[in-house]
């Protein structure tokens, strides 16, 4: 049971570079999200998507992108990487709304990214 | 600005200390949910509180929900090594709505 699967774990980025992380989920969730984590600063919302073709922004969302062309898959681009943008980015999924009892929110194991 | 802010920060005890973490916010939540999270992997679940004046129990933890629903508490009685990690409390933004905010986060140092 792989749960939500994040690649890569790590990243090393110049500045200006695009790239794409990586989300997928086998657990049939019509929820997934993006978040960040710096120091001192909990996990901030990034975008997030209640079913295939539906995506809203969290918020944080200048300077990336995302799609939803399936309920396994959440990609997040970085269009242009820039040195605030270093970080660790999390991928979460839930069957319906994260605060509902019976839908938690299902972490992967986060992509560590640096951009210099 | 958070809209969810965790004090203190950081917090570093002897193994058998009792400690409280404080999660408050201005805005009204429908639920609160605390999260704990170990280095290198994503939060897990810990509990959630949806009714003013709630009060959880999970072993030795203790959750409280504000009767405002402004604010919850953990508190944790004879804290143990393996307590240690980050502890979040999340909620949604609005009532009914699917975007999921955290807390700025408390890291727990238990010391055997």
């Known amino acids: 049971n792989a749960g939500v699967t994040q690649t890569p774990k790590f990243q090393v980025l110049k500045t200006g570079q695009s790239m794409t992380l990586q989300c997928a989920q086998d657990?049939?969730?019509?929820?997934m999200s993006w978040y960040r984590q710096d120091p001192g600063m909990g996990l901030r919302l990034i975008h997030y998507?209640?079913?295939?073709?539906?995506?809203d922004q969290g918020e944080v969302p200048n300077g990336y992108n995302v799609s939803r062309s399936t309920t396994e898959d959440f990609p997040l681009r970085l269009l242009s990487a820039a040195p605030s943008q270093t970080s660790v980015y999390f991928c979460?999924?839930?069957?319906?709304?994260?605060?509902?009892?019976?839908?938690?929110?299902?972490f992967g194991n986060g992509t560590r990214l640096t951009v210099t | 600005t958070q809209l969810l802010e965790q004090s203190p920060q950081f917090l570093s005890i002897q193994e058998g200390e009792n400690l409280t973490v404080y999660c408050n916010s201005s805005?009204?939540?429908?639920?609160l949910q605390w999260y704990r999270q170990e280095p290198g992997e994503g939060p897990v679940l810990l509990v959630t509180?949806?009714?003013?004046?709630e009060v959880k129990k999970l072993k030795r933890l203790t959750f409280q929900f504000g009767d405002a629903r402004k604010d919850s508490s953990l508190h944790i009685t004879a804290a143990q090594p393996g307590d240690t990690g980050l502890y979040l409390c999340?909620?949604?933004?609005?009532?009914?709505?699917?975007?999921?905010?955290f807390g700025t986060g408390t890291r727990l140092k238990v010391l055997a």
């Open positions: 998507s209640v079913g295939a073709g539906i995506t």
């Open positions: 999340a909620g949604p933004l609005a009532s009914g709505t699917y975007k999921y905010i």
């Open positions: 979460a999924s839930s069957y319906g709304q994260p605060s509902s009892y019976n839908s938690p929110l299902h």
């Open positions: 509180v949806v009714t003013g004046g």
């Open positions: 805005s009204v939540f429908s639920s």
């Open positions: 657990m049939n969730h019509e929820y």
